[in-house]
């Protein structure tokens, strides 16, 4: 069975063996820098024999042991993780995939048929056994990485009750910004943002239905690309909503971002519609082609500030804004600036723009579905896990926090009327609000500070990315979001890139990188 990590070790003995696995692993003299390490830079190291992938999935399960208690940013590790690597390493120099001997942390609603759990941070569904690996996942594989384990996640997508705080599941706890420890790590995957910041794996995948890659993304300091709904299969994963859910990549940098990125879309039999319909944006040659040092120029970006600056609330936010704006000008690009989205109130309210109203019907059916696939589970419908959740109060804390949400779900009798008015109003919203500020001026991205746009990106499926921006007072981080039309994935890499590559702003967390700088080095 896989590993729940959850040993609590003193802070002295974990520097000890701390000490002891640095000394093991840098007394054959290799020189490799493995914190803030790229994809590139691990392929290199493996190809000019400095690292092995077994090498570097014991540095991460290492540093999963000695931070993740305190974390929480990783649920379970994968116990055929170093059979994997070596299995990676007896086949370096053969042509495999881009990200061969790589390791990857997968959201734990992204299903593995393997030793893992799959069980969004619920008891519910510890034990549940999928029938085959999510497509997203048949493609890491595919591409030679290896499934390192499950990041945490807020239990249910933070969909049980909106009042549980970001990043708690029942499973792993509360997850902790590796930045500020009283901040919050956003969700719901904000087990694969921590895991990623804090240098416990390169690579992650999380999910989003509306703000939980952009929002931790945001939150940690790393790079989180929220794709063109369909874009990337959905099979095999967790659901909310077939109309809004997206499957993407949450890493460190752009460049490593657009490689997963790369490897993961793609059509798929299996979520038929939504990736036959998408397929037709995905360019030929991919998307690394548009990791382009010059990308701003030329580009048109619209600067919508109402009322995303007030909702930074950042010390330092609105001054550090203006100078990336001017970064962004100095680059190339034209700035069309104090732009507003059209009845932008009643779509940040999904009780106003008729989002809830949707998501609750949809998430009914679509979990059902899932559940009954599963070859076994102790649940097999929502009503069974809202029935769980009452019976078994201590492990998941159903007398702190509630489940509304989970109960409005099941008082839903699948998508009739009133769902399809609110569906065809969140298209009038995005039709007269996002998509007539791209198209009327002319814009290649919308530009905004933090996460707050999420929703506006959300109810209509549109792709967007955050890159890290900044840090407030407290040491608290902030990123830019670029949103765009669907399909403007390779523009939005182009200006993502650019931005990144022109501020450079992303650091480490301090106080990990000050306690564990003698592990810089393998």
């Not at 649920?75 to 370096?92: C, G």
Request: glycine share 10%; net charge negative; aromatic share 6%.
């Amino acid at each position: 069975m896989a590993t729940t990590i959850n040993s609590p070790l003193s802070h002295l003995l974990l520097l000890v063996l701390s000490l002891l696995f640095l000394f093991a692993l840098t007394n054959g003299g290799h020189d490799f820098a493995i914190q803030e390490a790229t994809i590139d830079g691990i392929q290199r190291a493996f190809a000019d024999g400095r690292l092995t992938s077994r090498q570097l999935v014991d540095f991460y399960l290492h540093r999963i042991e000695t931070l993740n208690p305190a974390l929480r940013g990783v649920i379970e590790v994968n116990p055929d993780a170093r059979d994997q690597a070596d299995e990676a390493d007896r086949e370096i120099g053969a042509a495999r995939g881009s990200l061969h001997g790589v390791p990857v942390l997968l959201k734990d609603s992204i299903g593995t048929a393997d030793k893992l759990n799959t069980t969004v941070g619920s008891y519910a569904l510890l034990g549940s056994v999928v029938r085959r690996d999510a497509t997203v996942v048949e493609k890491l594989r595919e591409a030679g990485a290896v499934v390192l384990g499950k990041a945490s996640v807020s239990e249910w997508y933070h969909f049980r009750s909106f009042g549980i705080p970001d990043g708690w599941c029942a499973r792993s706890g509360q997850g902790v910004n590796p930045y500020v420890e009283s901040g919050t790590p956003c969700g719901s995957s904000s087990g694969s943002a921590i895991s990623v910041a804090a240098n416990m794996v390169a690579v992650s995948l999380g999910t989003e239905t509306d703000g939980s890659i952009i929002g931790p993304a945001d939150f940690n300091s790393v790079v989180g690309i929220k794709p063109t709904v369909g874009l990337t299969s959905r099979a095999g994963v967790v659901p909310i909503s077939p109309r809004q859910d997206s499957i993407g990549p949450i890493c460190r940098t752009v460049s490593d971002a657009v490689q997963v990125l790369d490897v993961i879309v793609g059509f798929d039999p299996r979520d038929f519609e939504a990736t036959k319909e998408a397929a037709k944006f995905i360019p030929a040659g991919g998307y690394k082609q548009f990791l382009n040092l010059d990308g701003l120029k030329g580009k048109r970006l619209g600067v919508v500030r109402n009322p995303f600056l007030a909702l930074l609330n950042k010390s330092t936010g609105v001054s550090t804004f203006e100078s990336h704006l001017n970064t962004l000008r100095q680059r190339g690009a034209t700035i069309v600036d104090d732009l507003e989205i059209m009845d932008v109130e009643v779509i940040l309210d999904p009780s106003q723009s008729g989002e809830m109203v949707a998501l609750l019907a949809e998430f009914k059916l679509a979990i059902n579905d899932y559940l009954e696939e599963l070859i076994t589970s102790p649940v097999r419908s929502l009503a069974d896990v809202i029935a769980f959740n009452t019976n078994n109060p201590d492990l998941e804390k159903a007398n702190e926090y509630s489940q509304e949400n989970l109960i409005a779900a099941e008082s839903t009798n699948g998508v009739g009327e009133e769902e399809r008015e609110a569906i065809r109003m969140m298209g009038n919203l995005s039709q007269n609000g996002f998509e007539k500020l791209m198209k009327e001026n002319e814009l290649d991205a919308m530009v905004t500070p933090g996460w707050g746009a999420s929703t506006v990106l959300a109810i209509g499926g549109y792709p967007a990315i955050s890159v890290p921006a900044g840090y407030d007072g407290s040491g608290m981080p902030f990123g830019i979001c670029f949103g765009g039309l669907k399909g403007s994935e390779p523009k939005l890499i182009e200006v993502a890139y650019a931005f990144e590559q022109a501020t450079m702003v992303r650091r480490p967390p301090f106080s990990l990188s000050m306690e564990f700088s003698n592990e810089a080095y393998l």
